[in-house]
């Protein structure tokens, strides 16, 4: 069974073998968000990267705080420097060095988190990344990580040129206006001819997630691991479109070195209800999936998630996505190698 660091790593080459990281060699680079999902794989990406060329990229590495030990070895590297920070601390950003490239990839993406802080969610999207967009040199590149419910009340599938209909008093006005606004802040710098662009991500799985992650993807895994069988909380006939960590991740180093475009939409293709995806994550573990007839679904949860990639399609030529039931099976190895022979009670620890 592979490890959770050598199931990464594998990850992290077919990014590599995907888009052309040439322009990061032997530069810096300052990574928000770093020991989240995304986070993790463009850290190992780079780390690779850097491996694969004798010219290390030096990333400046920002979490929140310190990552869980299972996540401490991707940040092991000379050239990596690792540092606990609350980024809605303006200050503290400010007294961060110059990079060539930023990446801002912190925030609350999970619903349960940005709800329960409205205030540091706002802050993290707006205050925080124009801190960041201050320290970026002339010559140098950012990428905001946007998100697609900002085209909450419009239908489906979102192009960029969409608009949503939410307005400030949405349950989730929080998170989709703070974004709102941190794009507003990166068209700002761009119309000053910086090298600002903005991803709208929608759904990213994979493995790296943390065990404590409640979004319904994760949170179904974590049923059929511990509990041995998938219970919805309704019919699950909401749809979403998921994207492989791979898949995401290729995109953004993309748009960030070479998008022309302020904004695009980053996503899958994988197209499933939940009750659809419920069944497949219970058929990979061997267990039984159960679906009552109550609805108690997220407020102010979108009912339908898919993204027109045509853009960011077509500029790049990716044609090939990771199929769902494949990430699936990688995410899955990676849960169980986390947890090692003792999933069951290991996954009931690190969840309480």
Not at 44 to 65: M, Y
Not at 155 to 180: F, L, N, Q
Not at 275 to 304: N, S
């Amino acid at each position: 069974m592979l490890s959770l660091a050598e199931i990464i790593e594998e990850d992290a080459a077919r990014v590599c073998g995907a888009v052309d990281l040439a322009p990061l060699d032997g530069g810096s680079v300052l990574l928000t968000g770093a020991s989240g999902l995304l986070g993790l794989h463009l850290l190992a990406a780079l780390r690779q990267r850097g491996r694969q060329t004798g010219r290390p990229i030096h990333v400046t590495a920002i979490a929140r705080s310190t990552p869980p030990a299972a996540f401490a070895n991707f940040f092991d590297d000379l050239n990596i420097r690792l540092q606990a920070m609350d980024l809605a601390d303006s200050d503290a950003i400010r007294a961060l060095p110059q990079h060539d490239h930023i990446i801002h990839a912190a925030g609350y993406g999970q619903p349960h988190r940005f709800l329960s802080d409205p205030i540091n969610t706002i802050r993290l999207n707006t205050v925080a990344t124009l801190a960041l967009l201050e320290k970026l040199p002339a010559t140098g590149k950012f990428l905001f990580m946007s998100s697609s419910e900002i085209y909450s009340g419009a239908p489906s599938p979102h192009t960029e040129a969409d608009i949503g209909t939410t307005d400030p008093g949405h349950v989730r006005a929080c998170y989709i206006e703070g974004k709102r606004c941190g794009e507003t802040i990166c068209r700002g710098f761009r119309a000053q001819g910086r090298a600002v662009k903005a991803a709208r991500l929608a759904l990213a799985y994979g493995p790296g997630t943390r065990i404590d992650d409640q979004r319904v993807l994760n949170t179904l895994i974590r049923r059929a691991l511990l509990e041995r069988r998938v219970t919805l909380l309704d019919q699950g006939q909401a749809r979403r479109t998921y994207g492989y960590v791979t898949d995401i991740v290729e995109m953004l180093f993309s748009i960030l070195l070479y998008g022309r475009e302020p904004v695009y939409n980053v996503g899958g293709r994988s197209a499933t209800t939940i009750a659809e995806l419920a069944r497949t994550i219970a058929d990979v573990a061997g267990v039984p999936m159960t679906a009552p007839a109550q609805d108690r679904a997220l407020p102010g949860a979108p009912g339908d998630v898919a993204l027109d990639l045509s853009l960011v399609c077509g500029e790049f030529g990716k044609r090939d996505f990771v199929p769902l039931r494949e990430g699936l099976e990688r995410t899955m190895a990676a849960y169980r190698a986390l947890c090692g022979d003792g999933a069951g009670d290991r996954l009931e620890r690190e969840a309480s």
